[in-house]
């Protein structure tokens, strides 16, 4: 069955952070309960809260902000979703990758660990010792998927706690842009894949858009084929 789902957290106080980032602070402003006219609220929260994309100056001063890329640059058409079942600090190599898709013809590669299990029951499990996407794995994608704009993971980070000097080579290995031939490859994180989703046949991405911001929260919609 072929339906349009959205593949992305609500932001709530409940919310897992990466380690140090501040956690959500929704405060209610005016209220028609209190006798106002209408009801506003004022939010606090890390612009890598939930589910959300790291765009070039993430990890490079030089790299372009996520407000400065195109809204056809955030439209995917032929998405790569595969299963690569990982525990807790397990990278992801590169035989993981090559050994689970069928061809390289896509723009962006979705990865199903399994370990948003855990977002909910787990949230310390969830934040300190999430599966990564290794450097070697990184360089090995930038290398042999060419044509790839976008990559996204079911967990906090594509990179780890545990081990966050591989988390920061693998970002920058990713963002790296290249010129106009080689762009840089954006970083889907906290994606929310159920199992019963087999096949993602088309993505949008659509990030809140703040100037000058190097990544930001996002809303990611998906034509899915499901399991019946």
Same mark, same amino acid.
């Given at each position: 069955?072929?339906?349009?789902?959205?593949?992305?957290? /609500?932001?709530?106080?409940?919310? +897992?952070?990466?380690?140090? /980032?501040?956690?959500?602070?929704?405060?209610?402003?005016?209220?028609?309960? $209190?006798?106002?006219?209408?009801?506003?609220?004022?939010?606090?929260?890390?612009?890598?809260?939930?589910?959300?994309?790291?765009?070039?100056?993430?990890?490079? #001063?030089?790299?372009?902000?996520?407000?400065?890329?195109?809204?056809?640059?955030?439209?995917?058409?032929?998405?790569?979703?595969?299963?690569?079942?990982?525990?807790?600090?397990?990278? %992801?190599?590169?035989?993981?990758?090559? $050994?689970?898709?069928?061809?390289?013809?896509? /723009?962006?590669?979705?990865?199903?660990?399994?370990?948003?299990?855990?977002?909910?029951?787990?949230?310390?499990?969830? $934040?300190?010792?999430? +599966?990564?996407?290794?450097? /070697?794995?990184?360089?090995?994608?930038?290398s042999e998927i060419p044509g790839l704009r976008?990559?996204?993971?079911?967990?906090?980070?594509?990179?780890?706690?545990?081990?966050?000097?591989?988390?920061?080579?693998?970002?920058?290995?990713?963002?790296?842009?290249?010129? +106009?031939e080689r762009s840089a490859i954006l970083i889907?994180?906290?994606? #929310?894949?159920?199992?019963?989703?087999?096949?993602?046949?088309?993505? %949008?991405?659509?990030?809140?858009?703040?100037?000058?911001?190097?990544?930001?929260?996002?809303?990611?919609?998906?034509?899915?084929?499901? $399991?019946?």
């Amino acid at each position: 069955m072929t339906m349009y789902k959205r593949l992305s957290y /609500d932001i709530s106080k409940r919310t +897992p952070v990466y380690p140090g /980032d501040v956690p959500v602070v929704i405060r209610s402003g005016k209220s028609i309960k $209190r006798g106002d006219s209408c009801n506003t609220f004022s939010l606090a929260f890390s612009n890598h809260i939930g589910t959300h994309v790291d765009a070039p100056k993430h990890f490079w #001063n030089s790299g372009r902000s996520i407000n400065e890329f195109s809204p056809d640059e955030l439209v995917f058409d032929r998405p790569c979703l595969i299963d690569c079942r990982k525990g807790p600090g397990e990278a %992801i190599e590169a035989v993981d990758i090559s $050994r689970s898709i069928r061809s390289r013809d896509f /723009d962006i590669l979705l990865i199903r660990t399994g370990f948003m299990r855990h977002r909910e029951k787990n949230a310390r499990l969830y $934040r300190y010792k999430n +599966p990564y996407l290794s450097p /070697d794995a990184a360089k090995w994608i930038r290398s042999e998927i060419p044509g790839l704009r976008a990559i996204g993971i079911d967990c906090i980070s594509i990179g780890s706690f545990s081990d966050r000097a591989a988390g920061k080579l693998t970002h920058r290995t990713l963002l790296k842009e290249s010129g +106009p031939e080689r762009s840089a490859i954006l970083i889907v994180e906290d994606i #929310n894949i159920p199992r019963e989703v087999k096949a993602v046949r088309k993505l %949008i991405i659509a990030p809140v858009f703040i100037d000058g911001v190097d990544s930001a929260p996002c809303t990611i919609i998906g034509e899915v084929r499901e $399991r019946i």
